[in-house]
Nanobody, 124 residues
Framework: QVQLVESGGGLVQSGDSLRLSCVAS????????MSWFRQAPGKEREFVAA????????YFADSVKGRFTISRDNAKNTVYLQMNTLQPADTAVYYC?????????????????WGQGTQVTVSS
């Protein structure tokens, strides 16, 4: 059974907003850094945003800084990605990832748990 499940993707127009959710069934959620990655067709998986286990620290890729916000609710074992002012370049499958650690991680190979992904398509 999958331990991370993303939802909230869909088809939107340029300038629209979308909120993605990732529900984790792992016991270490509250002790884990959580991140969002995305992968467009023909491209490698790229880092989008990360949040520390307490939610006190966040980090964003330059391409989404100022437009996206990452947050978490440890009581619900859920991490969110609020995506504003979406652009066609944001079109990709978005993945949730988890790693039990004290630090922010931005490389896919550093993460232990992954969701199945949710498709975000932004039309021009």
């Amino acid at each position: 059974q999958v331990q991370l499940v993303e939802s909230g993707g869909g088809l939107v127009q340029s300038g629209d907003s979308l909120r993605l959710s990732c529900v984790a069934s792992i016991r270490t959620f509250s002790r884990s850094t959580m991140s969002w990655f995305r992968q467009a067709p023909g491209k490698e998986r790229e880092f989008v945003a990360a949040i520390s286990r307490s939610g006190s620290s966040t980090y964003f890729a330059d391409s989404v800084k100022g437009r996206f916000t990452i947050s978490r609710d440890n009581a619900k074992n859920t991490v969110y990605l609020q995506m504003n002012t979406l652009q066609p370049a944001d079109t990709a499958v978005y993945y949730c990832a988890a790693k039990e650690t004290l630090v922010i991680l931005t490389t896919p190979r550093e993460y232990d748990y992954w969701g199945q992904g949710t498709q975000v398509t932004v039309s021009s």
